[in-house]
């Protein structure tokens, strides 16, 4: 069985990315199983020092990250996947029973050391968005990926 950890910073959003993240993660079932992780913010302030704050959460990520399991970082610099690439990671994954965290930061990203660390860097456009709408798209497109592999409508 495929175990995806969605690890995502920020733990007091909107109810509608909450909303939107939950319906695309739940629907994914059977051979794969996939989770919304929250990983608490580090408090902001007008003076606050960033790279400490994204050193902060990054422990806080890696405490949440299976052992084992690929880490795969969202950034901007990453890589671009389409839709059907994706779904052949996810199926070459299923098969080789390996575990995957995807990984999103909050609004100044992840600290460099994380990225460096990460098995694979990619990003969901070349566009920049929201870690917010990042945490949907990202939901949507692992039920998307899923979906193609298991030869549901849903991708067309």
Same mark, same amino acid.
């Given at each position: 069985?495929?175990?995806?950890?969605?690890?995502?910073?920020?733990?007091?959003?909107?109810?509608?990315?909450?909303?939107?993240?939950?319906?695309?993660?739940?629907?994914?079932?059977?051979?794969?199983?996939?989770?919304?992780?929250?990983?608490?913010?580090?408090?902001?302030?007008?003076?606050?020092?960033?790279?400490?704050?994204?050193?902060?959460?990054?422990?806080?990520?890696?405490?949440?990250?299976?052992?084992?399991?690929?880490?795969?970082?969202?950034?901007?610099?990453?890589?671009?996947?389409?839709?059907?690439?994706?779904?052949?990671? /996810?199926?070459?994954?299923? !098969? $080789?029973?390996?575990?995957? #965290?995807?990984?999103? &930061?909050? @609004?100044?990203?992840?600290?460099?050391?994380?990225?460096?660390?990460?098995?694979?860097?990619?990003?969901?456009?070349?566009?920049?968005?929201?870690?917010?709408?990042?945490? /949907?798209?990202?939901?949507? !497109? $692992?039920?998307?990926?899923? #979906?193609?592999?298991? &030869?549901? @409508?849903?991708?067309?």
């Amino acid at each position: 069985m495929l175990k995806i950890k969605l690890l995502s910073v920020g733990d007091k959003l909107p109810a509608w990315v909450n909303e939107g993240t939950r319906e695309y993660i739940n629907r994914i079932r059977g051979n794969t199983s996939a989770e919304l992780v929250e990983i608490p913010a580090q408090k902001r302030g007008k003076h606050a020092d960033v790279p400490r704050i994204l050193a902060r959460e990054s422990e806080a990520i890696l405490k949440q990250h299976t052992p084992g399991a690929r880490l795969i970082c969202l950034d901007r610099q990453g890589r671009a996947y389409d839709s059907l690439t994706f779904a052949d990671k /996810i199926r070459d994954w299923q !098969q $080789l029973g390996q575990n995957i #965290s995807f990984v999103i &930061g909050g @609004p100044e990203g992840l600290d460099t050391n994380l990225l460096a660390r990460a098995d694979e860097t990619w990003t969901l456009s070349k566009m920049t968005f929201t870690h917010h709408v990042a945490r /949907i798209m990202l939901a949507e !497109q $692992l039920y998307r990926a899923w #979906s193609i592999t298991e &030869g549901l @409508p849903y991708h067309r």
